[in-house]
């Protein structure tokens, strides 16, 4: 599903914006953290937040990242989102790791493992457009 080129570009600790919708209908944005699973893309939540109820009633949502003046090139995803559990938090560990240096990823792993209940998001890709 993901060419080379998106790929190479979804390496790069970028910060994505997820779209979902809310009960109303509106749009509900906010900016996040993001790792890829094979084609899907990872999302780290804390459980208690208003985009995991939204998920839950209305998988749908979009994906952004880049597309800016300091990235140029972007892309936009469509997709379905599902909440996962991160019973090892495996996903927490690598994204936190993927965007924060020691040993501040480390105090902040435990304080998010130990405070909050972390889940993930899977974003399933069905679309994928590049934007400039």
């Known amino acids: 599903m993901l060419s080379n080129e998106v790929r190479e570009f979804l390496k790069k600790p970028l910060i994505a914006r997820l779209t979902v919708i809310d009960p109303n209908g509106y749009p509900h944005s906010v900016p996040l953290w993001f790792d890829v699973d094979g084609d ?5 939540s ?3 937040t208003k985009k995991i109820d939204y998920i839950a ?3 749908k949502a979009s994906l952004t990242m880049g ?3 300091v990235e140029g090139v972007g892309y936009s995803f469509k997709g ?3 909440n996962e559990e991160d019973p090892d938090y495996r996903w927490l560990k690598q994204m936190t790791y993927r965007y ?3 040993p501040q990823a480390d105090k902040d792993i435990e304080l998010w493992r130990t405070t909050l209940d972390m889940m993930i998001i899977r974003f399933k890709i069905d679309k994928v457009m590049k934007v400039a």
């Open 40 to 44: 899907d893309i990872i999302i780290i």
């Open 46 to 48: 804390d459980r208690k």
């Open 57 to 59: 009633a209305n998988p």
């Open 67 to 69: 597309g800016d003046s």
């Open 80 to 82: 379905r989102c599902s």
């Open 100 to 102: 924060e240096e020691n």
